[in-house]
């Protein structure tokens, strides 16, 4: 059964420092999500992107978040610099283009924690 | 703006016994609810979805959740539990007006469910 893949599972970095974290979706998968889930919390959507595209990033904290999806496949998410508050565990997703009703496939996700 | 709420951060429930994890909804227009399930240290797997049609829908491991319009709620049941449902289960509902074509997903904080023996 396919899958949505990520690395690292776990990651311990320093605040102000840099973190990156890798998705790959579903194959075939046009559409890929970032979420961020704080403990006790509900994930919360980072960024969408539609193939390499990004159609959603209104809750990203762009003055330290990037997220790239360059050739429509696989993307990135980067944290510059890290800061306490931004320990959680972030999941990635991904959806085919047909599933016009949100049914979204998750990854095992990252946990960070800054120290 | 849309909105789920899961009033319980816990329930416990004994094998064998029927189980019913609430949700409540605040959207406008038609909702598109989901039932996620997240064990420990991984991520969230698909239970079920309404979209339209009948208001009992019927998912994965036994699960099944009930729609009902007029309480605005989805409230997941299962007719008996499993101590392997012992997970933590989110509701969601899915944001047809939004950015990035409308498949936009707002979860509740998540309910706790421990099935023992």
């Given at each position: 059964e396919a899958e949505v893949a990520q690395s690292p599972r776990y990651k311990i970095t320093e605040k102000s420092q840099a973190v990156a974290f890798w998705c790959d979706p579903i194959s075939g998968h046009a559409t890929l999500y970032w979420y961020r889930q704080i403990l006790g919390q509900g994930p919360e959507l980072l960024v969408q992107f539609q193939d390499e595209s990004v159609?959603?990033?209104?809750?990203?904290?762009?003055d330290r978040f990037s997220a790239e999806r360059l050739k429509g496949v696989d993307s990135t998410l980067k944290i510059?610099?890290?800061?306490?508050?931004?320990s959680a565990m972030y999941l990635c997703a991904s959806s085919s283009r047909?599933?016009?009703?949100?049914e979204q496939f998750f990854g095992p996700g990252t946990r960070l924690t800054v120290l | 703006a849309q909105s789920v709420a899961q009033p319980e951060d816990q329930v416990n429930v004994a094998e064998g016994n029927p189980l019913t994890v609430k949700c409540t909804y605040s959207v406008s227009g038609n909702p598109y609810l989901f039932w996620y399930v997240q064990y420990p240290n991984r991520g969230l797997q698909f239970l079920l979805k309404y979209?339209?049609?009948?208001n009992l829908v019927k998912g994965s491991y036994g699960f099944e959740a009930e729609f009902n319009k007029s309480q605005t709620s989805f409230h997941l049941k299962k007719p008996s539990a499993l101590v392997s449902d012992s997970a933590l289960y989110f509701c969601a509902v899915r944001?047809?007006?939004?950015?990035?074509?409308?498949n936009k997903l707002t979860f509740g904080t998540g309910t706790q469910l421990k099935v023992e023996l």
């Amino acid at each position: 059964e396919a899958e949505v893949a990520q690395s690292p599972r776990y990651k311990i970095t320093e605040k102000s420092q840099a973190v990156a974290f890798w998705c790959d979706p579903i194959s075939g998968h046009a559409t890929l999500y970032w979420y961020r889930q704080i403990l006790g919390q509900g994930p919360e959507l980072l960024v969408q992107f539609q193939d390499e595209s990004v159609v959603d990033d209104s809750q990203l904290p762009k003055d330290r978040f990037s997220a790239e999806r360059l050739k429509g496949v696989d993307s990135t998410l980067k944290i510059q610099p890290a800061e306490l508050g931004d320990s959680a565990m972030y999941l990635c997703a991904s959806s085919s283009r047909g599933t016009g009703y949100g049914e979204q496939f998750f990854g095992p996700g990252t946990r960070l924690t800054v120290l | 703006a849309q909105s789920v709420a899961q009033p319980e951060d816990q329930v416990n429930v004994a094998e064998g016994n029927p189980l019913t994890v609430k949700c409540t909804y605040s959207v406008s227009g038609n909702p598109y609810l989901f039932w996620y399930v997240q064990y420990p240290n991984r991520g969230l797997q698909f239970l079920l979805k309404y979209i339209t049609g009948d208001n009992l829908v019927k998912g994965s491991y036994g699960f099944e959740a009930e729609f009902n319009k007029s309480q605005t709620s989805f409230h997941l049941k299962k007719p008996s539990a499993l101590v392997s449902d012992s997970a933590l289960y989110f509701c969601a509902v899915r944001d047809k007006g939004g950015a990035g074509g409308g498949n936009k997903l707002t979860f509740g904080t998540g309910t706790q469910l421990k099935v023992e023996l």
